[in-house]
């Protein structure tokens, strides 16, 4: 269930309450998921309006949900900057059925958030961060109940995002190492002639584990 009282003046994205949504969910995971493979989870901030606030499929927007996952919908195939390098990435590291077998990418806040028809971050407004965390340590843990990595997990993000996940991690030990990524909308919109240095970034420290 999505977090009781939030600000006034924003709301939640919440595309699983849709019954075609949850169907699409479903034949993704049913997919790339149904096997008892450990994982490691790479978090992201939260869902934005055109990917995962959309398909309920985190970093995947419909175009990368038909064109990449092979999965067929109603929407408009439309995409998103986030999506884009996030699909190239997954493509360089082996395609869909090699990155899903072994990561699986979730969010700090698995529902987005919108203000005055704009996407905003949970931590973009204090009150708003406060009202979300109880919620947001009640979905790690229920994810921590799945075969994943407890030595490691991706924060993609910027600072922000890492201060945060790093500081609950400390209170509740979750992961022993939290590493940091730079995100795909930052790098699609102010970095885009160096897009291979953050590709590599990212495949670089997947390598490593």
């Known amino acids: 269930m999505p977090p009781a009282g939030l600000p006034d003046g924003i709301h939640v994205l919440f595309p699983q309450r849709e019954e075609n949504v949850m169907k699409l969910v479903e034949k993704f995971y049913d997919k790339y998921y149904n096997d008892e493979n ?4 790479i978090f992201g901030i939260n869902p934005g309006r ?3 606030g959309v398909t309920g499929i985190g970093f995947t927007a419909p175009k990368q949900l038909k064109e990449n996952c092979g999965i ?3 929407f408009k195939l439309h995409s998103e900057l986030s999506a884009e390098f996030i699909y190239e990435m997954i493509e360089r590291y082996g395609g869909v059925g090699k990155f899903y077998s072994d990561f699986i990418i979730s969010a700090i806040s698995p529902l987005g958030f919108v203000k005055n028809k704009v996407n905003i971050n949970y931590y973009d407004d204090k009150n708003l961060q406060e009202s979300v965390t109880p919620f947001i340590i009640d979905c790690i843990n229920r994810q921590l109940e799945w075969n994943v990595n407890r030595h490691a997990a991706f924060c993609i993000g910027g600072e922000k995002n890492f201060k945060f996940f790093t500081r609950i991690n400390q209170k509740y030990r979750w992961f022993t190492q939290i590493i940091p990524l730079s995100h ?8 885009r002639k160096t897009k291979e240095f953050y590709l590599l970034q990212y495949l670089d420290a997947f390598s490593k584990l």
């Open 38 to 41: 450990r994982r490691t989870l």
């Open 50 to 52: 055109f990917g995962a």
């Open 72 to 74: 067929e919908h109603g």
């Open 184 to 191: 795909p909308r930052f790098i699609m919109q102010y970095r």
